[in-house]
């Protein structure tokens, strides 16, 4: 059915309730999950101020914020058996980083839920699962 499960996770507690979703499916497909955080580019465009400590503090600190993000959702693969692999890309636009980490680590299914942390902002899909279902040409699960 399928053999890599992309799991995206911003950290909040609707999306770690679907992760951990997501990895019982991947269990019973037999699938490997990979779960991704997508951190924003630093966006400091200005001139004078910006400087290659700032970057780097930025930098660190959003790989940090990511990789915490992942580790509840990949503890519970680890616990199911199922082989797990954590990821954090850089991107503007969230969607297309969920959207890109699946083909790059080759996801023949993302995994993910209706809302993340602006969910009581959206009635129906957060904003992020509607641009992912798409822009994605791979099969999209929604889960609430």
């Given at each position: 059915?399928?053999?890599?499960?992309?799991?995206?996770?911003?950290?909040?507690?609707i999306?770690?309730?679907?992760?951990?979703r997501a990895v019982s499916l991947?269990?019973?497909?037999?699938?490997?999950?990979?779960?991704?955080?997508?951190?924003d580019v630093y966006a400091y465009g200005g001139i004078g101020e910006a400087n290659a400590a700032g970057v780097l503090a930025y930098t660190t600190a959003a790989r940090a914020q990511g990789l915490a993000a992942t580790q509840k959702?990949?503890?519970?693969a680890r616990e199911a058996g199922v082989p797990v692999d954590t990821v954090v890309v850089e991107n503007h636009h969230t969607a297309a980083g969920i959207v890109d980490?699946?083909?790059a680590c080759g996801a023949d299914?993302?995994?993910?839920?209706s809302h993340?942390?602006?969910g009581l902002e959206h009635l129906v899909l957060g904003s992020v699962t509607t641009k992912v279902l798409a822009l994605s040409k791979i099969p999209?699960?929604?889960l609430k």
């Open positions: 059915m399928f053999k890599k499960v992309l799991i995206p996770t911003d950290g909040s507690d999306a770690n309730e679907a992760g951990v991947a269990r019973l497909a037999g699938a490997a999950a990979t779960v991704v955080y997508v951190q959702i990949a503890e519970a980490a699946a083909q299914l993302i995994a993910m839920g993340g942390r602006s999209v699960l929604v």
